[in-house]
């Protein structure tokens, strides 16, 4: 198929279909659309209806449970761990994330960490979610193993990424989501597709030498923490990642490092595992636990007002602040639809086909 | 002077006196000592003594006071805002750090926002100050600002470090403990005393042209945000920074961005401060706020056992487990002395002048 656009309402409920023909109950199959919809809204197209086929290949597969019983099974005032009980992590994560959010409102802060869960979506949705509350929001997630160390040949992180949300006055909010690599898998597909070489410093061969080649996944390559090589801080990349990992997994019981489940049907999960599922972890800090909300969000409004007007090298590029593309995209696809690349479509109406709904 | 290698005892006795001379009281003086001569220990050259002068200077240009009421001055169960009252930030962060820890004791965690304070070392001494309570440490704080974030000539942001320590059982913890900039300012450092280049991509110059320059600084360029450049990922490295400095000061009411005050006391603060003094922010977790702490450290050992025995591209270079090469440094140096570098012993011996004190 060619390139179309198609309505958000349009996808939105599609997507909604197909969540309840897996067994959703409605409302999870509610939130798991909006999750998986604001990807495709704010221009991350990897983790959007892209996935969609993929998630109902993992339910077919039995690695993804559809009526989940989600439960804290541990807790403290300020924290939680949650059982996925191998949920969509579409819905996982939304309610730890209101769990995280109950727990600030009580004790200022909320932190939990998720096992047993599965792909969430992108991270900003999680973290987002605190923002009306006058909150700090932060999600991260381990991911499959894709990401070699510094030194490492071996694949033993996934990309890991972290969103960070905090709320301003009259200011868009500051939304920072970020893979701890150079570049996040979503790139190389991107390059995949135009058939372009990656730039050196994104990707290595299975031997660890240096590759521009976006299809070296598949060779046994691997991606490289954010930094690049070891003389630009590529340990610091290493750092960021591992923490995560530990922080979403070792915390909460979920497998960690080379030990994460694959997102794809067509690869098994580890036969030894060291936990439940993948883990995620989430926090939400109540700003008037810290100074008066008012008070923050007049001074957010500073900072952003002043990182903006940064005199730049080139008056053609300003200084982005963090959420900015992103909101600027969900502004304009909620007007104008989503475009959605042919290869995708053929594979959503190879879902629709599946399920017997119009697409 | 010539490079000189003093043992930890006496350097230790030296930088004491300093600390009591300049009228810490005789407690304060010993935690900033421990604070100051653990980046010495831990092979952190450019946050240890080497600093000492530099804070006496700001003491008597009366922007350290010696004396000052560490109190906290907001509180939820989890968080706490404290003003250092322009104390040593090596003296006001153990106390800050303090806090947090007996927060978690009670609420599971405990994050601790500081304004009003000054450098404080090396991040990484105050976060592993949780791990002897089967507890994560974390530790950021805003500095000076000489990093342009992507796209900006403008110094806007400092290097911001963060720490993290998580306790493991049999394994040494894991001691994250990085600037977020491609590289430190120390890095620097040690380029200009050997007189060698820089790499391209850890400097740009004042019109924000690439740099090879260690001395670029002098001269208005700037460090640049962990990434090195915009398609390797620089803007997220400018996330991390931005994020320390607004949970180290927006949250806490320290000056932010640009407004954050220089380190030495020959530049004047700026004249119209947004807050009070320089901004950290710090976190413990109870590990059995989440899992019993025995089965989260042992799963840690198996974290760092597997990804210690990684294969590498080259035999002779391993995976290195965040907090290695510093803790060799510190059972090394505490046995066979700390190396200084002959100029900073000509500081050290002017220090030791000016207070009648023998070294």
Redo the contacts between chains.
Sequence with gaps: MNDSIISHKDLHEFAFQIFLKIGCPKEQASIATTALLRADLRGIDSHGVARLSGYVRLWEAKRINSKPDIKIV??????A?VDGDAGLGLVVAPRAMEIAIAKAK????G?V?VKNSNHFGIAGHHAMMALPHDMIGMAMTNASPLVA??????R?LGTNPIA?A?PADTQPP?V?D??????ANGKLEILQRKEQDA?V??IQKK???VSTNPNELKDGGALIP???DR???S??????G??V??FSA????AN???WVPPFVSFLAPPADP??EGIGHFFGA???D???PAD??KK??D??IA??RS?????DE????I?GDPERESEEERIKSGIPINGKVLDDLKEVATKFSIQF
């Design positions: 541990h807790e403290s005032p300020s924290t761990v009580i004790a200022g802060t932190w960490a160390p510094t030194f490492s040949v071996e033993l960070v905090i500051f920072a970020f893979a701890t690599t150079t570049a730039p410093g994104w031997d660890g030498s954010l930094g690049s003389e630009h801080g340990h610091k990349g290493f750092c960021l591992a923490w990992d530990i070792v915390l909460s019981g960690y490092g080379p060291v936990g800090m109540r700003i636990a810290f100074r008070d923050f001074h957010m500073n900072w002043r990182l940064a005199k730049t090298v080139d590029e300003k200084l982005i963090p």
